[in-house]
């Protein structure tokens, strides 16, 4: 099994092991760092894919590196998860105000900006930062965040709670937002990326960002799974043109 990443670094998907404060994520980090300094998995770093191509029953992943030179790695599967944004499709017809970048309310974004913010330094927000033109349409949880993969569980209870209370009328008790979320883990704003120009969603894309296809995500149940070789890459990129979500 092969594990392709976009950025000169795996430290921020390993995050924090026995120091995170939510024990079963920084485990799930530990886990990785142990198959990769075992063998199990092949770690490749700065990987950019150029093109995809068939290979007599196999594809054939064209490289593209940044001196220009190429090369070409075949494998039995791809398994891509570059990241994503929400679908706000289902309120197309009501007045929504969307960060262009994010895909968050504009009063959230730059709260949870994953150039600025990991998981832990996200500021308390509720009903004031979900809000939209739309009288009474909130959306919460993991959508709320657009493209910032800084989210947690804490978060979303706490932003139902606020809007739950402000839907029945408690505007005092909507506006208490009070959250205390872990510093350490895999959704760092920094880490040693940082060092190397890297973002914390990679490297901004050069003038030919080939391999958006291709990203990242791997968990126990990928790891069991019946693949000769699987490539992943962990930048998110969209239509950014440098950092994590584009700014």
């Known amino acids: 099994m092969t594990w392709a990443i976009r950025t000169t670094s795996p430290t921020r998907t390993y995050g924090g092991g026995d120091a995170d404060a939510l024990p079963a994520r920084g485990a799930l980090g530990s886990r990785l760092r142990g198959y990769v300094d075992a063998g199990r998995i092949r770690l490749l770093t700065g990987f950019s894919v150029h093109a995809l191509a068939p290979a007599d029953g196999r594809v054939a992943v064209v490289v593209r590196h940044t001196d220009g030179g190429e090369e070409s790695v075949t494998v039995d599967r791809i398994v891509a998860a570059t990241g994503f944004r929400p679908d706000h499709s289902i309120a197309a017809e009501l007045r929504l105000d969307l960060d262009p970048v994010m895909g968050a309310t504009r009063a959230l974004a730059p709260l949870i900006d994953p150039n600025e913010h990991s998981c832990g330094t996200v500021p308390p927000h509720g009903v004031d930062e979900l809000a939209h033109p739309e009288a009474g349409y909130y959306a919460v949880g993991m959508k709320s965040y657009g493209r910032a993969p800084t989210f947690l569980m804490a978060t979303g209870y706490?932003?139902?709670?606020?809007?739950?209370?402000?839907?029945?009328?408690?505007?005092?008790?909507?506006?208490?937002?009070?959250?205390?979320?872990?510093?350490?883990?895999?959704?760092?704003?920094?880490?040693?990326?940082?060092?190397?120009?890297?973002?914390?969603?990679?490297?901004?894309?050069?003038?030919?960002?080939?391999?958006?296809?291709?990203?990242?995500?791997?968990s126990g149940g990928l790891l069991s799974a019946p693949l000769r070789l699987v490539v992943l890459d962990t930048a998110s990129t969209g239509g950014q043109t440098g950092g994590c979500c584009g700014s």
Do not use: F, K, M
């Open 158 to 218: 706490e932003q139902v709670r606020s809007v739950v209370a402000a839907l029945a009328g408690d505007w005092d008790a909507a506006r208490d937002v009070q959250l205390d979320l872990p510093e350490t883990g895999v959704c760092s704003s920094n880490p040693d990326d940082s060092a190397t120009g890297d973002s914390c969603c990679g490297p901004a894309p050069t003038a030919e960002p080939a391999g958006r296809g291709l990203a990242t995500g791997i």
